[in-house]
């Protein structure tokens, strides 16, 4: 076997106090996709961040291609070859494909940029992502998330990078968008480019991966090749217990139609009807773009309805503001919580309470307000140790539950959930779906957008499937195949 | 992580005191400096002539915490104050012609609200453009020259005292702060306003209703620019169309030195007050030692920087 092209041993690092790596070690091989796992705040990012020369370690070494290598600026890590692909993508928007590529380090001619050279050197760097369809000159905010992703991708190749490292790269994908990306990765596999792949899709890891190796609280866990390795085992190792379940099971007890959607239509929505039941879990599936999260923004009052009624305990309420929806009994958890779920410069008793403040004629009942955060914090299980913190501080699974906390405090009877555990680790997973189904037991209605079949397929009761903005199907979630789904979910028959 | 944050709220809170500490070592130094500095009537004269610039900055405190800017407080201070004059020129009572000019200041700031958030144009843009409006109607309605007032219980206002000793505008002052601070922290109201600057969107997702918000939040930023006009028209004795001129970026000072983020979404009025005092102390000590007129303003640039230095955050 070749030399690893990268391998960092008995790495520390703390900051202050707070030990954040201890003793950890990394290996990556030329030519392999190697996921780093870990649930939130184990530490996976700190140590990308030392591999990428953003911090430096306390002690411990790192080599590269078998030599000692000292990367103590990102400028360093560049020389050695190592790049990182972030999840907030960075390129600026209103410059076009090749400014962006060549950004920093431009061809100059006379000291005036050499446009030519650098669209013929940007050509090529994109034909190495499989871009090559696009035009250098086409601005950056006219591409699509993936292909945005797909020039970075090809910026890092251009400076030769050998290591790439992606934090959750398809976060932000379709599905087609996701299979280019995977075919470019084995591609670049295939030529010896070393792969870092964090994220916490236990499917894609699965799919694309070479080896796994798994952080917890800073301590390095250990390596498995993916081969002959179980989804369990990776769990336990993730989190130090066996999970008692994946999917928290549910008795289903449907009530009466809660909430019936009559041919609702506006902007990409068109024509969708369903029923709602007191106690459902609805999932509702499609591909990216399908109109799910429109639809739910209708239902919310977020956009306007064009046409069709929407029916709430035999009332017609057609929300014409988020106001009015929640005063109807609407719930809705967004899909990106810091831009639209939370204040993050805010404690987390002011955003649990920020729906409806404790109060009486406009005075804050202060007291009132903190009991009813510490129940809503003893009841989702959200850790923090100080209810007064900025949510900014918490880590993306208890800032998921502070939203949910939002809502909960409002007793809704409608609850829409867009995509309620993206970015969140399989420990909370787990947590969050046990409070989804506690409040269909409750007789909440359900509404649950996900783009995660086999969390759509284990939590609902029944599955509203949409394409192009239509309802393509409503299937019984019982014995229903991801196959059924995503061939309505594609627009088949 | 976890750290970075940590220093971050450090910071947060050096910047906070960072005024507090400006405040009272200014006052040291000027005590040292100057023996008139240190005496009742020069420090209640300072406190006097910042009640006016803090009125107005409590208000604009509400603004930029909710993301937003007011650069027409000093106009509606010069148009109120000569409308209120003008009434009680035009043989009208206190009360009324008071309460017109106060009502006209919650009116034009409810404007300046509406055209945010309905019309949905920059509040920078905004207020420039009602600024300049309402500084030419001033300037038609008093034809350019001063409107005197002539009744005595309205002279009282600004000029009046308490136990001989401590003038009205700082009594008002201080009512003021404590009203706006339970205001900002002890209503719901409050609350929204820093969740507006903190996360739009998320507080309309929340079901807060921004377009009545924003009307409240410069409505009541036009009511205290009211009231400061009310209060110096009474002082001066007269309502000049130029009054208040430049009085917009004083206040903005104010609240920046104070701590409160530009930004919105961070902040406490408490600070703004202390920025309000540190303004005016800074151009006391300064006359006092005799520093020329030019160079005060050199000065306070420079302090003004400093805070707005301190306000950077990655």
């Known amino acids: 076997m070749n030399a690893p092209l990268v391998r960092m041993q008995d790495i520390h690092k703390a900051f202050g106090p707070v030990k954040v790596l201890e003793g950890v070690a990394f290996e990556l091989l030329p030519g392999e996709v190697h996921a780093l796992m870990g649930e939130n705040g184990a530490g996976k990012s700190t140590l990308m961040k030392i591999l990428t020369g953003i911090y430096a370690p306390d002690s411990g070494t790192i080599e590269v291609d078998g030599k000692p290598a000292s990367i103590t600026t990102p400028a360093d890590a560049e020389k050695y070859g190592i790049a990182i692909i972030h999840q907030e993508l960075n390129l600026i928007p209103a410059l076009s494909i090749a400014d962006n590529l060549f950004l920093g380090r431009e061809i100059q001619r006379f000291g005036l940029l050499d446009h030519r050279a650098m669209t013929k050197r940007a050509m090529e760097w994109l034909a190495r992502v499989g871009m090559e369809r696009l035009d250098p000159g086409t601005l950056i905010e006219r591409l699509s998330v993936g292909q945005q992703q797909m020039v970075e991708i090809a910026r890092a190749l251009g400076q030769n990078a050998r290591v790439l490292i992606m934090d959750e790269p398809t976060a932000a994908l379709t599905e087609h968008e996701t299979n280019t990306l995977f075919k470019l990765i084995r591609d670049l596999r295939a030529q010896g480019t070393g792969i870092v792949y964090v994220s916490h899709r236990m499917e894609e890891i699965f799919a694309l991966c070479d080896r796994i190796s798994v952080l917890r609280d800073g301590h390095f866990v250990g390596t498995r090749p993916v081969p002959g390795l179980a989804f369990d085992e990776v769990v336990k190792m993730m989190v130090g217990r066996t999970l008692d379940a994946r999917f928290p099971t549910r008795t289903p007890n449907i009530r009466e139609v809660r909430l019936k959607v009559e041919h609702v239509t506006g902007g990409m929505v068109k024509d969708v009807s369903f029923d ?172 649950m957008i996900s783009s995660e079949l086999p969390e759509v397929l284990a939590m609902s009761d029944r599955i509203l499937v949409m394409h192009e903005g239509r309802a393509t199907a409503l299937l019984e979630a019982h014995g229903v195949t991801q196959e059924a789904v995503m061939t309505a979910a594609t627009g088949g028959k | 992580m976890t750290l970075q944050l940590n220093w971050s709220r450090a910071g947060t809170l050096l910047q906070r005191l960072g005024s507090v500490i400006g405040l009272a070592l200014l006052f040291i130094v000027l005590s040292i400096m100057s023996p008139d500095f240190l005496t009742t009537g020069n420090l209640l004269t300072v406190l006097r002539q910042v009640s006016i610039n803090a009125l107005i900055a409590f208000g604009m405190t509400f603004v930029i915490l909710a993301g937003g800017i007011d650069l027409s407080v000093g106009a509606i201070l010069a148009l109120t104050g000569a409308v209120t004059a003008g009434l009680m020129a035009a043989g009208h009572g206190l009360v009324l012609s008071a309460g017109a000019g106060l009502l006209l200041g ?14 949905k144009v920059a509040p920078f843009i905004a207020t420039l453009g009602t600024m300049t409006l309402l500084r030419g109607v001033t300037l038609s309605y008093t034809q350019g020259s001063p409107i005197p007032v002539t009744n005595s219980g309205f002279a009282l206002l600004g000029g009046g005292y308490v136990a001989n000793l401590i003038p009205l505008p700082v009594i008002w002052m201080f009512v003021a702060f404590v009203l706006c601070g339970f205001l900002l922290r002890g209503t719901v109201f409050g609350r929204h306003v820093v969740a507006i600057g903190g996360n739009e969107e998320a507080a309309r997702l929340s079901g807060v209703r921004l377009s009545p918000m924003k009307l409240a939040i410069y409505g009541l930023s036009g009511l205290l620019s009211a009231f400061a006009g009310i209060v110096l028209t009474s002082r001066l004795y007269s309502a000049q169309a130029t009054a208040g001129a430049g009085y917009e970026l004083d206040a903005i000072a104010a609240v920046v030195l104070g701590g409160t983020s530009l930004s919105g979404g961070r902040g406490w009025l408490f600070g703004t007050l202390v920025g309000a005092l540190l303004i005016g102390f800074l151009n006391n000590g300064l006359n006092l030692l005799g520093v020329s007129s030019f160079y005060q303003q050199v000065v306070k640039g420079i302090v003004i920087l400093i805070a707005v230095l301190l306000d950077r955050r990655q």
């Open chain 1, 276 to 447: 709602l039941h007191s106690g459902e879990v609805l999932g509702v599936a499609g591909l990216l773009g399908a109109g799910r999260t429109e639809l739910a923004r209708l239902l919310f009052g977020l956009d306007k309805l064009s046409e069709g009624t929407v029916t709430l305990d035999g009332k017609v309420v057609t929300p014409k503001s988020p106001n009015e929806a929640i005063h109807s009994g609407f719930g809705f958890v967004t899909e990106d919580r810091k831009a639209q779920g939370l204040v993050l410069d805010m404690s987390l008793r002011e955003n649990v309470s920020l729906p409806r403040v404790p109060a009486r004629a406009g005075l804050v009942d202060r007291p009132g307000e903190k009991k009813q955060t510490r129940g809503l914090i003893d009841a989702l299980k959200i850790r923090t140790r100080d209810m007064e913190l900025d949510v900014r501080a918490l880590s993306g699974g208890n800032q998921q539950k502070v939203v949910l906390a939002k809502w909960l405090a409002l007793k809704p009877r409608v609850l829409i959930l867009d995509e309620p555990t993206r970015g969140v680790d399989v420990g909370g997973k787990a947590e969050i779906y046990h409070i989804i189904n506690q409040l269909a037991e409750q007789g909440v209605a359900i509404l």
């Open chain 2, 106 to 119: 919650l009116v034009l700031g409810m404007v300046n609200g509406a055209l945010v958030s309905w019309g």
